[in-house]
C-alpha cells in the first residue's frame, strides 16, 4: 500500500491504490519534468481517466496529448513485454516503431476527427521479445475529450486474441489435412492435398517439403508452391540430417535454413524462417519410416509446445495418409487379380453355356407344345416324346447347376440380402411340393414358427429349401416328412426330417461332397450328386452351417441354421421395404417338375389348371419379336400368338425400323444379333423420347445373375434365359404388358402431383405470411389425396419452433403448440432437430414413440402422418407435418412428392422473411427520413405519411421543413418513381440536396434549379417531382416553386381556399436544365395555412385529377380551422375512404403564427418563462372576440395546464425544443392544440409540484379533452363550446 | 416582459398569524420558488393566505397551497367568482384548508 502522498488527488491516489506495480509507478514518475506536467496539475479529464485505467482489470492503455504518451496498467503489462517499463510515458511511435505504419495513422485519425475505430483479431508484428512476434489483438481506440471538447488523448481498450487466432487457424490446418488425406488411395495424391493443404497456411507454415525414401535414395516429392528447386536439392542430405537429430520417431531441430536451402531467403520475402523442423513421416506405431517432412519455423513465432506440436501433428497426419494410400493399393491390386480370375471364370462357363441352352430351348420347347395338344398323338409317340422331353430337361438342369454350382464355388455369389418374413416363404416352397407328396403319399407337415424377419438372399434361400424337399422325398418312400423353421438362440434353424431309408453314419461328411452319391434306394438314381454340395455353398454363402443326423433305416434330418441378422434401422419408405413376395419361381417349378417324373413317370401335372393360354388373348396389344434365328423366332410367334398380335423382325436394324409403324406394346428381342444386337437395340429405343416408353424383354443364352443385371441396367424390362418354356416366356410377357400399363397409369399420377407442386408454387407466391402457408399446403393438397392436417414448424430466433396448424385443429390445440422449444418431444420439433423424416402409417404409434404426448395433443380422426425435415442451405429450418384420415404407405414418388413440397415451403418462408427484413429495413429509413422538424418558431407544422397498402416496402413519398432563419421556414414535399430501398435511397438524396441548396439559395427558384442539377446525375431520380415554399412572416408572404408537383393548397386566416398555380414546371431531370423555372408569390398573412401533399393523395384510378382536387378542395374548406396535427390526420384519414390508394401519401401542413381572427397560432420554446407571455397573447385574443371574461379564463388555465405538460413532460424543460399552440374559433366554440415532440406522460409519479391536479383541471374546464401521442409527439386538443361571443 | 408575476406582501399578526397577500400569476415558472419563501414565512405559525388579487393559478400553484398546508395551518382567502375560487373547487382543496370569503375576524382586527 502507498501511503498518502503529497499533492497526489484522492481519486487517483485511491486508483493507483488498486492499480499494483503501475499505480506505483505512475505515482512515482516523474511528471513534473515531462511534458504532460506535474500530476496535481493534471485536468480533471486526464486525472480520472488515468484512474479509471489503474483501477481497471481490463487491459487499457492510454494515449496523451499531439505525442500520444503512454499510460497502462498491470492488465496491459503482457502486450508490451520488455518495452515495460520504458514505455511508461514515452511517445507512443517511439514505443511502437515496428507497427506504427498500422496504428499510426488510425491513432492520429481518431485525434483529427474523434471517430473512434474498432478492430478486431487485428494481426501486428510485435517486438516484446527482441524478435518481431506475430500476435492478434482486438481493440478499440475511442477519442478522449479535454475540457474545450477537443480530443486530447486517445482511450484504449485492448483484449489480446493471438492464442485464439492461432489456435483457430492451427486446427483449421489440421482438419483439413484429417479431411482432404482420408480419400487419397496413391501416395501422390496424399503429397499433392497435403502440400495444397500446408500451403493455405503460410503462416505457421511458412515453407514445407516432402521428401519420401525410394529405395536407397531419398526424392523431394511434394513442397510449397514456387520452393521445389530450392528444395530438392537438399533431398540427399535430409537422411544424415535425421540421423544426426534423435533418431527415428523424434522431431530435428535445422538450424540455419539459408545455408541449408540456398536461395530460400530469395523466395521467401515475407520474413525468412532461421529454423527448420525435420520430422519422420510414419503411417503409426511400428510402421515403416516413409520419407521426412521438413517445415519452416516462422520467423513471426516462438518455437513453443504449442507450435512444436502442430508441426508434428501435421507431419503426423501426412504420414498416416501415406501409409493408408499404400495399404489400400496393396489390396486393390489384390482384388483386382481376384476379380479377373472369376471374370475368365465365368466368361468360360457363360460361353459353354451359350452353347448348350439354345438348342436345349428348340428340343424341349416343342416337345413340350406337343405334348400339350392331347389329341394329336399315339400313346407310343407320346411316350417317346416324353422321354425325349424329360432328358432335354434333365440335361437343363444339370447345365444350370453345374453353373450354378461353378459360381458359388468361385465365390462370386454375393448374396443379394434382403429381410423377408421367412415362415411365408418356406410355406409357398412347401405347398409348390405338396401336390408332388400328396401324389407320392408321404405327409408333408410343417412347423414355421419363425417371427423375426428373415435376412436372406431370397434366390439362394429358395435353392436351399427346395432341394431338401426334393431330397427328402427322393429318399422317403413312405411315412411323413416334416420341416420346421423357427429361431434358436442367435440363428435361424430350418430343418426338414424324413422318415426315409437314412444315411450311414460314415457317409455323413461326404454326402455334401461334390459329385458324391449316397448309396441306398431312392425313388430315382438320376441327378449329378450335386445336390447337397450345392446346398452346403448356398447355406456358407449366406454365412450359415448345415448338418445331418441319420442312421441307416431311420430316417433323416439336415439343419440349416444361419445367423439372425438385425434388420437395418434406418429409414426406409416402406414401398421399399416390401419386396415383391415370394412368387413361385422358374427353379422352384423345376425342381417339382423333376419330383413329379419320379413319382408319376413322366406325367406332366399343371400348376395352373385354370390358365388357358387361348382364352387369355388379350385385347389388340402388339408384340414385336426380334431374333435373327428363324426357328427361333417361328417357335416364339408360335407360342405368343395365341394371345397377343405379333410382328417380327430379322435383326436389330429391321426392328428400329419397323418399330415406330408397327407400334408394339413391347418388345422381345434375342441380345445375340449380328449388327444391331440386343442391347444396342434397347439403348437406341430409350435414346428417343418417342419409344423409350415401349417395354423390352431381352432373350439370351448367357445366364447368371450378372447376365440378368446388365440386361436389366441396360434398361431392359425383363431378362429371360434360355431355356425357356412356353409357359414361362408367356407368364413374364402379361406380366411386363400389365406393370407398363401400371406404369403409364403411374405416370399420370406423377403428372398430376407435378401439376399440385405448379399451382402450390403459385398459390405460395400469393401468401402474404408464413402463417397463411399451412392453410395453402392443405389447399394444394386437396386435389391430390386430401391431407386432414397440415402444420407448419418454423424455428425463429431464441430458438423457438412457431407452430401455424390448418385443418379440424382445435384452439386450445393451436394456443398449446403455437410456440414450443425445439428440445420438446414431439414430431415437429424433433424432426426439425434431427432433420431426419417421419413417416408414420399409423399415428396411433404415435404416443409410444412420444411418451410425453398427452392423447389431446394428437388430432382426431389422424391415422397416416408425415413429417419433413426444412431446410435452406444446410440450416435447419423447422418442419412440415402432414396428416391424413387414412394409414398411409407412401411409395417413393410420393415421398419425393412431399420433399418437394417441404422444399418450396421452406423457400417461401425464406423469401418472406427476406421481404420482411426489408421492409424493416425500409419502415426505418423511412422513419429517418419523415422525422418532424425539431425546431421552428415561425410556423406550426405537422406532416403524415401513410405507406401504400397494395405496394410492399417504402415508397417514394418524403418531406421536410426547416427554419431558414428566426422569419423564415421552409417547407418541402417530393415524390420519387418506384418503389422500395433504392427509391428510398433517392429520395432520402434529394431530400438532403434540396435542405442544403435552400440554406444557401436565394429563393425557392434556385433551390429548386439546384435540386434538378443534381437530380441529374442521381439514376432513378429522372422525373421525380417536388414542391418547395418559404414562409416569411416578417414580409408575410411566401414564395413557392414546383417541379412536376401537383398545386400546393393556401388557406387564409379567415378560411379562403386557393390552389397556388403559378409555379408549374417540368418535373426534375428531364428537357432542359437551363431553362428558368417559373416562381410563384402570394400573401401570407399571420394564421395563414399551407398544405402541401403527394399525388396519392388526390389520384385514383381511371378518375380524373380534377375529381381528386376538386374532392380535396371541398375537405379543406370543411376543415381548414382544425389544428395542423388534426387537419392533416382528418385528411389522410378521407383520403382512405376515397378509394384504397395505390401510392403511399404525405400531407404536410404548415400554419404562420400570429393572431388572425379565426385562428390563433404561436409557438414557444420549452421553457416556463414562456407561460406568462402565452397567456397574455391568448387572452388578448380571446378578448377580441369578446369571450366573457370566466370562460377566458378558465381556457387560459386549461392551455396553461396543456402547455405546462408539454413543457414539463413533452420536452423536459429542453428550451431548444418548440411546444405550439394553434387555437380557432369556428360555430361559438373554441379549439386549442397543444403539440409537443415528446410521449404523453400522464400524471407522472415526480411531478410533486404538480400533484395530478392538471389533468382534473383541464377536465373540469372543458368539454373535451382528447390526447393524441405518436412516436412524432404529443398532441392535447381542448375543445369549449362559448356561452356567448361574436360568433355565437 | 421582465416584471414579476406575481406579487407578494406578509405581514406578522398577533397570535402567531402570518397573513401573506398574493397578487398577479402563479404557474409553474414561479410556483416553486414562492412556495419555499411562504414556508419560510410561515415557520409551522397559521399561514392566511389572500389569495383575492390573484388572477391565474394553476395546478403547480395547487401544489404549492398543498405542501404549505402539510407545514402550516393554512387558511385561504379567495374572491368567490375568481378562477382561482373556482380553481381550488375543482381539485377540492377546499376540503383540506378553510376557505373565507373575506379576512376571518381574529385578522381582520386591525387590518383597517
Known amino acids: 500500500m502507498l501511503g498518502p502522498m503529497p499533492g497526489v488527488p484522492d481519486d487517483l491516489a485511491a486508483a493507483a491504490a488498486l492499480g499494483g506495480e503501475m499505480g506505483s509507478r505512475i505515482l512515482e514518475f516523474d511528471w513534473a519534468g515531462h511534458p504532460l506536467g506535474a500530476i496535481e496539475a493534471w485536468p480533471d479529464w486526464m486525472r480520472v481517466t488515468v484512474a479509471e485505467m489503474l483501477a481497471s482489470r481490463f487491459p487499457i492503455v492510454l494515449w496523451f496529448g499531439d505525442e500520444l504518451f503512454l499510460m497502462y496498467n498491470d492488465a496491459y503489462l503482457s502486450a508490451l513485454g520488455e518495452k515495460h517499463p520504458a514505455a511508461l510515458g514515452t511517445p507512443g511511435r517511439l514505443i511502437w516503431s515496428e507497427i506504427w505504419d498500422v496504428i499510426g495513422p488510425m491513432l492520429l485519425g481518431v485525434m483529427e476527427t474523434g471517430v473512434a475505430t474498432w478492430s478486431a483479431d487485428q494481426r501486428l508484428a510485435l517486438i516484446r521479445r527482441r524478435f518481431a512476434e506475430e500476435a492478434f489483438f482486438t481493440f478499440t481506440y475511442s477519442p478522449m475529450f479535454d475540457q474545450s471538447g477537443a480530443v486530447g488523448g486517445i482511450f484504449c481498450a485492448v483484449h489480446e486474441t493471438t492464442e ?295 434366390g439362394m434361400w429358395e435353392r436351399i429349401v427346395l432341394n431338401l424337399l426334393s431330397n427328402a422325398l427322393k429318399y422317403t418312400l413312405e411315412g411323413t416328412v416334416r420341416v420346421e423353421l423357427g429361431a434358436e438362440g442367435e440363428s435361424v434353424q430350418l430343418s426338414v426330417s424324413d422318415t426315409g431309408v437314412g444315411i450311414p453314419a460314415d457317409q455323413h461328411d461326404l454326402i455334401f461332397t461334390r459329385f458324391h452319391r449316397a448309396p441306398g434306394v431312392g425313388r430315382s438314381i438320376e441327378g449329378t450328386g450335386i445336390g447337397l454340395a450345392m446346398v452346403r455353398e448356398l447355406v456358407n454363402a449366406l454365412g450359415g452351417q448345415i448338418s445331418v443326423r441319420s442312421a441307416l433305416g431311420a430316417g433323416a434330418t439336415f439343419v440349416v441354421s444361419i445367423p439372425l441378422r438385425s434388420e437395418d434401422g434406418s429409414f426406409l419408405p416402406a414401398a421399399e421395404r416390401r419386396r415383391p413376395g415370394p412368387a413361385p419361381s422358374d427353379v422352384g417349378t423345376m425342381f417339382v417338375d423333376e419330383a413329379m417324373q419320379w413319382i408319376s413317370g413322366g406325367e406332366r401335372i399343371s400348376h395352373d389348371p385354370g390358365e388357358d393360354l387361348a382364352s387369355r388373348r388379350t385385347e389388340g396389344q402388339r408384340v414385336l419379336i426380334v431374333d435373327d434365328n428363324a426357328d427361333m423366332r417361328n417357335y416364339l410367334e408360335r407360342v405368343l400368338s395365341s394371345s397377343w398380335l405379333i410382328d417380327t423382325a430379322t435383326s436389330g436394324a429391321e426392328a428400329l425400323e419397323r418399330v415406330a409403324d408397327v407400334r408394339p406394346d413391347l418388345i422381345l428381342s434375342d441380345v445375340m444379333m449380328p449388327g444391331v444386337d440386343g442391347f444396342s437395340l434397347l439403348e437406341r429405343l430409350r435414346d428417343d423420347p418417342d419409344l423409350r416408353e415401349i417395354p423390352v424383354i431381352l432373350l439370351s443364352a448367357r445366364a447368371g445373375a450378372e447376365a440378368a443385371l446388365e440386361g436389366i441396367e441396360a434398361g431392359a424390362e425383363d431378362y429371360i434365359v434360355k431355356p425357356f418354356t412356353s409357359r414361362d416366356l408367356t407368364r413374364r410377357v402379361r406380366a411386363r404388358l400389365a406393370a407398363s400399363q401400371e406404369r403409364s397409369s403411374r405416370v399420370v399420377a406423377d403428372e398430376r402431383r407435378r401439376g399440385a407442386l405448379v399451382a402450390l408454387s403459385k398459390a405460395l407466391a400469393r401468401a402474404a405470411a408464413p402463417e397463411e402457408l399451412a392453410t395453402v399446403v392443405l389447399d394444394a393438397l386437396a386435389d391430390i389425396g386430401p391431407a386432414l392436417i397440415v402444420v407448419l414448424g418454423r424455428l425463429e430466433a431464441q430458438d423457438v419452433l412457431h407452430l401455424d396448424f390448418a385443418g379440424p385443429v382445435g384452439a386450445s390445440m393451436r394456443a398449446r403448440w403455437r410456440q414450443v422449444k425445439p428440445d420438446t418431444d414431439s414430431p415437429l420439433s424433433r424432426v426439425a432437430r434431427t432433420q431426419v423424416p417421419l413417416l408414420l402409417d399409423d399415428s396411433r404409434q404415435l404416443r409410444t414413440m412420444f411418451p410425453t404426448l398427452r392423447a389431446e395433443d394428437v388430432v382426431e380422426g389422424l391415422r397416416g402422418l408425415a413429417v419433413l425435415p426444412l431446410s435452406i442451405d444446410g440450416r435447419a429450418e423447422g418442419a412440415l407435418a402432414i396428416g391424413w384420415r387414412e394409414p398411409v404407405d407412401l411409395e417413393p414418388a410420393e415421398v419425393e412428392f412431399l420433399e418437394e413440397v417441404a422444399e418450396l415451403v421452406v423457400r417461401t418462408c425464406e423469401r418472406m422473411r427476406v421481404v420482411e427484413v426489408e421492409r424493416t429495413l425500409a419502415e426505418k429509413l423511412q422513419d429517418e427520413l419523415l422525422a418532424v422538424p425539431a425546431r421552428c418558431l415561425s410556423a406550426v407544422i405537422a406532416a403524415r405519411y401513410s405507406s401504400s397498402s397494395t405496394l410492399p416496402g417504402v415508397g417514394g413519398d418524403w418531406y421536410d421543413a426547416f427554419e431558414l432563419d428566426s422569419d423564415r421556414v421552409g417547407v418541402a414535399v417530393g415524390d420519387v418513381v418506384g418503389h422500395g430501398i433504392e427509391s428510398a435511397a433517392v429520395m432520402s438524396q434529394l431530400r438532403s440536396v434540396l435542405t442544403a441548396a435552400a440554406m444557401q439559395a436565394d429563393g425557392p427558384v434556385e433551390a429548386i434549379e439546384a435540386l434538378d442539377r443534381f437530380a441529374r446525375h442521381v439514376p432513378g431520380a429522372t422525373m421525380a417531382t417536388a414542391a418547395y415554399a418559404v414562409i416569411d412572416t416578417a414580409k408575410e408572404t411566401i414564395e413557392y416553386c414546383c417541379a412536376g408537383h401537383p398545386p400546393p393548397m393556401f388557406v387564409s386566416p379567415r378560411g379562403k381556399l386557393e390552389y397556388l398555380q403559378d409555379c408549374r414546371g417540368l418535373p426534375l431531370a428531364i428537357g432542359q436544365a437551363a431553362r428558368p423555372r417559373p416562381a410563384g408569390r402570394h400573401a401570407f398573412p399571420p394564421g395563414s395555412l399551407l398544405l402541401l401533399y403527394t399525388d396519392g393523395l388526390i389520384e385514383r384510378r381511371r378518375r380524373s385529377l380534377d375529381v381528386g382536387l376538386d374532392r380535396l378542395h371541398a375537405e379543406i374548406a370543411a376543415s381548414w380551422n382544425l389544428p395542423a396535427r388534426a387537419l392533416t390526420s382528418r385528411l389522410l384519414r378521407l383520403a382512405h375512404q376515397d378509394g384504397e390508394p395505390d401510392d403511399d401519401m404525405v400531407i404536410i401542413a404548415a400554419r404562420s403564427t400570429g393572431r388572425a381572427e379565426l385562428v390563433y397560432a404561436q409557438t414557444f420554446p420549452a421553457d416556463t418563462k414562456a407561460l406568462a407571455g402565452m397567456r397574455a397573447h391568448l387572452r388578448t385574443w380571446l378578448d377580441s372576440h369578446s369571450v366573457q371574461p370566466e370562460e377566458r379564463d378558465e381556457i387560459v388555465l386549461a392551455v396553461d395546464e396543456a402547455v405546462t405538460n408539454a413543457c414539463e413532460h413533452g420536452s423536459d424543460f429542453d428550451a431548444r425544443k418548440v411546444v405550439t399552440l394553434e387555437a380557432t374559433l369556428t360555430n361559438g366554440s373554441l379549439l386549442a392544440c397543444v403539440s409537443d415532440s415528446g410521449q404523453w406522460r400522464a400524471n407522472a409519479p415526480d411531478s410533486a409540484a404538480t400533484g395530478g391536479y392538471g389533468h382534473r383541471l383541464m377536465e373540469a374546464l372543458v368539454d373535451s379533452f382528447e390526447i393524441h401521442s405518436d412516436r412524432y409527439g404529443t398532441s392535447v386538443t381542448l375543445g369549449k363550446s362559448l356561452k356567448a361571443s361574436v360568433f355565437s | ?37 411562504l414556508l419560510q414565512a410561515a415557520r409551522g405559525r397559521l399561514l392566511l393566505l389572500d389569495l383575492t388579487d390573484l388572477e391565474h393559478l394553476d ?17 385561504l382567502i379567495v374572491s368567490p367568482t375568481s378562477i382561482v375560487a373556482r380553481a381550488i373547487a375543482i381539485v377540492e382543496f377546499d376540503q383540506l384548508a378553510p376557505v373565507h370569503q373575506t379576512p376571518p375576524e381574529h385578522v381582520s382586527d386591525g387590518l383597517g
Open chain 2, 1 to 37: 416582459m421582465n416584471a414579476p408575476l406575481h406579487q407578494l406582501e406578509v405581514q406578522e399578526r398577533p397570535g402567531d398569524i402570518v397573513l401573506a397577500r398574493l397578487g398577479g400569476e402563479i404557474d409553474r415558472s414561479n410556483a416553486p420558488e414562492l412556495c419555499e419563501r
Open chain 1, 164 to 458: 485464439k487466432v492461432q489456435g483457430e487457424r492451427r486446427l483449421g490446418t489440421l482438419s483439413a489435412l484429417a479431411s482432404r488425406l482420408v480419400e487419397r488411395n496413391d501416395s501422390d495424391a496424399v503429397m499433392e492435398a497435403a502440400s495444397e493443404v500446408c500451403g493455405s497456411n503460410l503462416a505457421d507454415l511458412p515453407f514445407v517439403g516432402f521428401y519420401l525414401a525410394e529405395g536407397d535414395s531419398v526424392l523431394l516429392r511434394a513442397c510449397t508452391d514456387g520452393l521445389r528447386d530450392v528444395l530438392a536439392p537438399a533431398a540427399p542430405s535430409v537422411r544424415t540430417w535425421a540421423d544426426e537429430g534423435a533418431g527415428a520417431g523424434g522431431s530435428v531441430l535445422l538450424e540455419d535454413c539459408r545455408a541449408r536451402f540456398p536461395g530460400l531467403a530469395e523466395r521467401l520475402v515475407d520474413g525468412v524462417p532461421e529454423q527448420a523442423l525435420l520430422m519422420s513421416l510414419i503411417g503409426g506405431p511400428g510402421s515403416e519410416l516413409a520419407g521426412w517432412m521438413v517445415a519452416g519455423v516462422s520467423p513471426l513465432l516462438m518455437l513453443d509446445d504449442g507450435y512444436r506440436s502442430f508441426l508434428e501433428m501435421v507431419a503426423g497426419h501426412v504420414g498416416r495418409g501415406l501409409a493408408t494410400a499404400r495399404l489400400q493399393q496393396l489390396e486393390s491390386a489384390r482384388w483386382d487379380a481376384l476379380v479377373e480370375l472369376d471374370r475368365a471364370k465365368s466368361q468360360f462357363f457363360s460361353n459353354v453355356s451359350h452353347e448348350f441352352r439354345t438348342p436345349l430351348t428348340l428340343i424341349a420347347s416343342p416337345l413340350e407344345d406337343v405334348l400339350s395338344e392331347p389329341d394329336e398323338l399315339s400313346q407310343t409317340q407320346r411316350e417317346r416324346l416324353t422321354i425325349a422331353r424329360l432328358n432335354a430337361m434333365r440335361m437343363s438342369r444339370l447345365v444350370n447347376n453345374l453353373l450354378d454350382f461353378a459360381r458359388l464355388e468361385a465365390g462370386g455369389a454375393e448374396p443379394d440380402l434382403e429381410s423377408v418374413d421367412g415362415a411365408a416363404l418356406t410355406a409357398d416352397l412347401i405347398s409348390m411340393f405338396r401336390s408332388a407328396f400328396e401324389k407320392a403319399g408321404v405327409g408333408l407337415e410343417a412347423e414355421l414358427s419363425l417371427s423375426a424377419p428373415l435376412v436372406v438372399d431370397v
Open chain 2, 59 to 75: 395546478s403547480s400553484g395547487m401544489g404549492m397551497l398543498h405542501a404549505l398546508s402539510e407545514h402550516s395551518r393554512l387558511e
